[in-house]
């Protein structure tokens, strides 16, 4: 489903950001737990939280599922696309990953892994990466990163992404491999790595 979206006419385009559709969805970042106030969510552009979203080309519900509906919608009735994504002050929200596979929760945060991989790829000595959790004693989960590229310094790649995002973004491992694992249809099979 399209929840964001930027018009080459109007207003502010940045890459990777972008406003919600006008009249199309109400895209809303909120925290984990459905009854939490959605203020809870700062508009720092750094805080990954789950998105929401409720408009007229998502489905109205699960006919005769009314226990189903209410799990899913919850009491807000909006629709989780199941995306991790930041907000600006200005209002404008990035997609930074999947709640299923790219959230990583170290050292107290919600992390996308989406945008660090977008970090990585921004060096040139990496040609792909896969960013995972790792359990960890001391941070619950620690980032590490599988990198294909000339890049052999884990080091630089490391003050790389810290010199982007934010410092508790950076990966804590980097791990290079000759090629990521892939299913029959391309997607990089994250569940493999470090297995």
């Known amino acids: 489903m399209i ?43 750094e805080t990954s939280v789950g998105s929401r979203s409720r408009g007229p080309m998502l489905f109205d519900g699960y006919l005769n599922r009314a226990r189903r509906e209410r799990r899913v919608l919850g009491r807000r009735g909006l629709v989780p696309p199941g995306d991790l994504a930041v907000r600006d002050p200005g209002g404008f ?6 709640e299923s596979t790219d959230l990583i929760k170290s050292g107290g945060y919600r992390i996308g892994s989406g945008e660090i991989e977008a970090g990585l790829l921004d060096h040139p000595g990496v040609a792909e990466v896969a960013v995972v959790g790792a359990p960890d004693p001391d941070l619950g989960q620690k980032i590490v990163a599988y990198v294909v590229g000339d890049s052999r310094d884990g080091q630089a790649l490391i003050d790389h992404v810290a010199g982007q995002l934010s410092w508790h973004k950076r990966p804590r491992e980097v791990v290079f491999v000759d090629a990521l694992p892939r299913n029959a249809m391309g997607k990089v099979q994250k569940k493999l790595l470090g297995a």
């Open 3 to 45: 929840t964001l979206s930027s018009h080459a006419r109007l207003g502010e385009r940045r890459a990777g950001w972008g406003p919600p559709v006008p009249g199309a969805a109400r895209p809303r970042l909120l925290p984990a737990s459905d009854d939490a106030p959605a203020t809870t969510v700062p508009d720092d552009g």
């Open 93 to 98: 929200h990035r997609i930074v990953g999947r």
